[in-house]
């Protein structure tokens, strides 16, 4: 019916097609103000608000702003999370990137070995957790169990505030296949010519990586650098099913924190002050990052 409007009016090619445009775009513009824009301006306002979800929001300015820099919590689940960033982050790029590379082979039965190592990343975050509580059980658990095996004593890994984040790291690791898939995509972007060339020119496998692959794949490094730095501070998962916070809040994660401020103690307006604190924090890493990608990720048909 709009398409035949259209046609009827005295509008031209450009003009019709313009409308036709706008028209196809409409649904997910609409999504995006109602979904994402709509919530977010609303929950700036919230910020600033004392609100439990029962009584009528109360505006309070930047109360809950200055209520967080005599926040304890805040400090100690920002250091909580930034530890756990610090890790997280580069063990998953490295042992990604190396699985992808070991993976980028021409060999029989390898598209089985990429959805073995892709498959934890499916798995629902339920059973994951009721995996890696097993194999962390102090008493029964698997690490244990070979640790025993060695003649080595048993470690508490989740009741340990020493050993706690050092497990959820280990178990973020098992997960790793999403970024191996995209570093796996990237090394088959590479050309074959390329090797063929260094390798005639006398360059040797060492030589063809840093020279040819490391440079090749500094795009596929930046965008997985940025997935991982924005994931990492939202990670929620691990420490609410698995140690809730604990033990002495030792993986109690900033996202954790800011859930139990907005539905464990029903402090909304200090909730969404948090979330936007966690906004600017990740907005100025991905700044920083975007900043100095010019000095280090190379494209082929740029500088």
Same mark, same amino acid.
Do not use: C
């Given at each position: 019916?709009?398409?035949?409007?259209?046609?009827?009016?005295?509008?031209?090619?450009?003009?019709?097609?313009?409308?036709?445009?706008?028209?196809?775009?409409?649904?997910?513009?609409?999504?995006?103000?109602?979904?994402?824009?709509?919530?977010?301006?609303?929950?700036?306002?919230?910020?600033?608000?004392?609100?439990?979800?029962?009584?009528?929001?109360?505006? !309070?300015?930047?109360?809950?702003? !200055?209520?967080?820099?005599?926040?304890?919590?805040?400090?100690?689940?920002?250091?909580?999370?930034?530890?756990?960033?610090?890790?997280?982050?580069?063990?998953?790029?490295?042992?990604?990137?190396?699985?992808? $590379?070991?993976?980028?082979?021409?060999?029989?039965?390898?598209?089985?070995?990429?959805? $073995?190592?892709?498959?934890?990343?499916? !798995?629902?975050?339920?059973?994951?957790?009721? $995996?890696?509580?097993?194999?962390?059980?102090?008493?029964?658990?698997?690490?244990?169990?070979?640790?025993?095996?060695?003649?080595?004593?048993?470690?508490?890994?989740?009741?340990?505030?020493?050993?706690?984040?050092?497990?959820?790291?280990?178990? *973020?690791?098992?997960?790793?296949?999403?970024?191996?898939?995209?570093?796996?995509?990237?090394?088959?972007?590479?050309?074959?010519?390329?090797?063929?060339?260094?390798?005639?020119?006398?360059?040797?496998?060492?030589?063809?990586?840093?020279?040819?692959?490391?440079?090749?794949?500094?795009? !596929?490094?930046?965008?997985?650098?940025?997935?991982?730095?924005?994931?990492?501070?939202?990670?929620?998962?691990?420490?609410?099913?698995?140690?809730?916070?604990?033990?002495?809040?030792?993986?109690?994660?900033?996202?954790?924190?800011?859930?139990?401020?907005?539905?464990?103690?029903?402090?909304?307006?200090?909730?969404?002050?948090?979330?936007?604190?966690?906004?600017?924090?990740?907005?100025?890493? *991905?700044?920083?990052?975007?900043?100095?990608?010019?000095?280090?990720?190379?494209?082929?048909?740029?500088?």
């Amino acid at each position: 019916m709009i398409t035949s409007l259209i046609r009827n009016r005295q509008l031209t090619l450009a003009q019709r097609e313009e409308i036709a445009g706008w028209l196809f775009i409409l649904p997910a513009v609409l999504g995006v103000i109602i979904w994402l824009a709509g919530p977010m301006i609303y929950s700036v306002w919230l910020s600033m608000t004392d609100w439990d979800l029962i009584r009528p929001a109360r505006f !309070v300015g930047g109360q809950n702003f !200055v209520r967080m820099v005599n926040d304890p919590l805040f400090y100690k689940s920002l250091v909580v999370t930034v530890y756990y960033t610090a890790f997280h982050v580069p063990l998953t790029l490295i042992l990604a990137f190396a699985v992808a $590379l070991l993976l980028n082979t021409k060999t029989r039965g390898i598209a089985l070995f990429r959805t $073995l190592y892709y498959l934890p990343t499916i !798995v629902p975050a339920v059973a994951n957790a009721v $995996l890696w509580v097993w194999i962390f059980n102090s008493e029964f658990g698997l690490l244990n169990l070979l640790l025993r095996a060695m003649g080595l004593p048993k470690i508490l890994w989740l009741q340990d505030p020493q050993t706690a984040m050092p497990a959820l790291i280990i178990m *973020s690791l098992w997960t790793l296949g999403g970024t191996m898939i995209i570093f796996l995509a990237g090394l088959n972007g590479i050309s074959e010519q390329l090797y063929e060339a260094a390798e005639i020119d006398g360059a040797g496998s060492w030589a063809r990586f840093w020279r040819i692959t490391i440079p090749l794949m500094t795009p !596929v490094i930046f965008f997985n650098l940025i997935l991982q730095i924005i994931g990492s501070f939202q990670v929620f998962t691990a420490g609410y099913l698995i140690t809730r916070g604990g033990p002495n809040y030792a993986t109690n994660f900033y996202v954790l924190y800011l859930f139990d401020n907005a539905f464990s103690w029903f402090n909304m307006g200090y909730a969404a002050a948090l979330a936007w604190v966690l906004f600017v924090i990740v907005l100025v890493l *991905s700044l920083i990052v975007f900043r100095s990608g010019s000095q280090w990720v190379y494209y082929e048909e740029g500088n």
